[in-house]
């Protein structure tokens, strides 16, 4: 087994990617996400990859469009607001069934908002991939270790469900160190998918990519046909994590950084001799909500702890259907949760 | 040897319909020169012997179908974005030829910022620039190419300076641009201008082959239709009005 | 060997713009008094044997709807 390196969030994720064979970067500066661009900038070109710092996230994420329509492993990083930026070129990719990577490191907002950590992309994130009928393959590391592994696997869901895939991070995520076992490095698979465009034709068929369909029975198959790998990923890809008392009287539901911050608390908490338990959705779209439904029967009531002023809480909700409250305890515009507060807010809603 | 779809030998057609286009009907206005264009750059691909290794990038306008009439691979892009997506592809397959066919609201208004970049990096790609000072598609709006005076939806009165600006020179603004290898104007209103239109049109794809930097077209088309002409009348407001605004010419030339 | 020219019409493509018309110099071609499908009169070949092959009404076509090839005197076909 290889030997754990320091690193934080940004570069794990950076080195995921290239290990899993991505070559094509394209992105524009915006903090806290530096980092990523910076070491694709320094390690691309060793692996024979390109590097390409766009003049906008708008040109970034189309670049993202062009590589990928030519079968190549494709990734983009930004942060809030030029992720806000990127919606439109996300619904093209979406439209015109190309794979991509795209990760958010979130930060506080809305508008130019603040560099500080925050989860209020979640919407962004699992309800759009801009217009239209669309969303995005949604994944949310809780450590360095999985920024890199998630990074590393994405390429491949991307392709397999021929769409955009996200990595949710935040601020801190982004920027903490934390030893990381990093993958072993792997070619670039063959561009033999049968819609890449590009190189030599030598006599097949041309190839079109499209999202445009002025016949709206043809426009709706192609939604339908989203529509289809979006229930096939919820029968595959559905990932969570639980974490505490297995005869908890109260569940936490959280993602990302916060579910760190509920762990801590969880031992807290039964240092007080109150059970409870995480449920951390690691794919928040297809999200978890088998969990969520067994767990309502059995607990009080489910706390969505999050970076928001809540957007969790609405796929909890849904998945809960009534059958227990669900209440939040939140903070957002970059201010942190502490287990102290998570712990308070428990006792109190008990 | 090959024969023609008239079953005729290369050898005894002057002209034919040049293997760049499809069989496709082009859904353009009677007497609009985007179908001339299309001719042009497909008869180029042709000559070139390019069409196999070719991904046109359809944008946002008329030519939004583009990609059903050239006989090419071909990607559609959203509205001005085609340079950046032209980008993508150049970048991910280098041994590609890859053209953006854009409009004058695609390329100088919502496009205006892809375009200088994907010129100022260099980028080895062509674009096609059809300036008929008008937004066709939605129905006849200015443009930022629309000249002073001219009437359209959005400027009943005519363009007025005070009010919505002078018109966007592209050309002229290109042409201090170091990452551009070939720059020219060109029209398309009589047998010598087209001729010279598809001199340039092939000098700029053979910039791209030759790697030698970025190469645009601008061409200097009618819109019969918002223009409210013939085809005939339209191609005589482009001599009398557009070329006083738009000079034809050779404005970079890497290799002259 | 003199040589004859045939202008080869698409007139299902045709959309009767005139630009042809206008530009070629030795009045070769009419309007037809049928319609194609798209409902126009499209551009056909009146006087073939004026044709001297100079290839403006191919050039100007927008719609590349013509085609001219040289066709060996004893092949061409007089209408």
Request: net charge negative; hydrophobic share 40%.
């Amino acid at each position: 087994m290889t030997q754990r390196v320091m690193m934080t969030g940004n570069n794990a994720v950076a080195e995921g990617a290239i290990a899993s064979g991505c070559r094509y970067f394209c992105g524009y500066p915006i903090t806290p996400q530096n980092d990523i661009p910076k070491y694709m900038a320094e390690h691309l070109p060793e692996v024979g990859g390109v590097f390409v710092q766009a003049e906008s996230e708008l040109a970034s994420i189309n670049m993202v469009y062009g590589a990928a329509a030519t079968g190549a492993y494709v990734m983009t990083s930004s942060s809030s607001p030029g992720i806000s930026l990127m919606q439109e070129g996300l619904s093209y990719m979406l439209g015109s069934e190309l794979p991509c990577v795209v990760v958010n490191m979130v930060r506080g907002g809305p508008g130019l908002g603040n560099i500080g950590p925050a989860q209020s992309d979640y919407w962004l994130a699992t309800r759009g991939a801009g217009h239209g009928d669309g969303r995005c393959l949604t994944f949310a590391p809780d450590s360095v270790q999985e920024l890199h592994d998630w990074t590393f696997e994405a390429f491949g869901i991307a392709q397999k469900y021929r769409a955009p895939v996200m990595i949710l991070g935040d601020a801190l995520l982004a920027g903490m160190s934390e030893p990381v076992r990093l993958r072993e490095h792997r070619e670039p698979p063959p561009r033999d998918q049968e819609w890449a465009v590009g190189g030599l034709r030598e006599g097949r068929q041309r190839r079109i990519v499209n999202s445009l369909w002025t016949d709206v029975e043809v426009m709706e198959e192609l939604n339908q046909r989203i529509a289809a790998r979006f229930s096939q990923a919820r029968e595959n890809e559905v990932r969570w994590e639980e974490y505490g008392a297995d005869d908890a009287e109260i569940v936490l539901a959280a993602y990302g950084i916060s579910a760190r911050v509920c762990k801590t608390a969880i031992d807290d908490l039964a240092e007080d001799g109150i059970k409870a338990r995480l449920i951390r959705p690691i794919s928040l779209f297809p999200f978890p909500v088998e969990p969520f439904r067994e767990w309502s029967e059995r607990v009080s009531r489910i706390i969505s702890v999050e970076l928001s002023m809540g957007q969790l809480i609405e796929d909890v909700r849904l998945a809960v259907e009534g059958r227990c409250p669900v209440d939040l305890v939140g903070h957002s515009g970059g201010v942190m949760l502490t287990p102290d507060e998570v712990v308070c807010r428990t006792k109190e809603l008990l | 040897m090959s024969e023609t779809r008239a079953g005729h030998t290369e050898a005894e057609a002057l002209y034919h319909r040049p293997a760049g286009l499809t069989d496709v009907q082009m859904r353009y206005c009677p007497g609009c020169t985007h179908g001339t264009a299309h001719k042009l750059i497909a008869e180029v691909l042709e000559e070139l012997d390019i069409i196999e290794r070719t991904v046109a990038v359809a944008t946002v306008g008329c030519s939004v179908y583009a990609y059903e009439y050239f006989n090419t691979d071909a990607v559609q892009a959203a509205h001005g974005r085609g340079p950046a997506v032209a980008t993508g592809i150049k970048r991910a397959s280098p041994e590609t030829i890859v053209f953006t066919y854009q409009g004058d609201g695609d390329l100088a208004a919502i496009g205006l910022s892809e375009v200088i970049h994907s010129a100022q990096r260099g980028e080895k790609m062509t674009v096609m620039f059809i300036n008929n000072a008008v937004f066709g598609m939605t129905r006849g709006q200015m443009a930022p190419t629309t000249l002073v005076g001219q009437k359209t939806t959005t400027t009943p009165l005519g363009r007025d300076p005070e009010m919505s600006g002078m018109p966007m020179m592209i050309c002229e603004m290109l042409s201090t641009n170091p990452g551009v290898a070939y720059l020219a104007r060109e029209t398309m209103i009589d047998p010598k201008t087209v001729r010279s239109a598809k001199r340039s049109i092939r000098k700029a794809f053979q910039t791209q082959i030759d790697g030698a930097g970025f190469s645009l077209v601008e061409l200097i088309s009618t819109c019969p239709a918002w223009w409210h002409k013939t085809p005939l009348e339209a191609m005589q407001w482009v001599r009398d009005e557009m070329l006083v605004q738009y000079p034809l010419g050779v404005f970079v030339d890497y290799d002259g | 060997m003199k040589k004859r020219f045939e202008v080869l019409i698409n007139g299902e493509h045709c959309k009767a713009c005139g630009v042809c018309l206008e530009f070629c110099p030795q009045d070769v071609l009419g309007v037809s008094e049928q319609r194609n499908k798209a409902g126009f009169y499209p551009v056909e070949v009146k006087k073939p044997e004026e044709c001297t092959g100079c290839g403006h009404c191919a050039l100007m076509c927008p719609d590349a709807c013509i085609e001219i090839y040289r066709v060996p005197m004893e092949e061409s076909v007089q209408s």
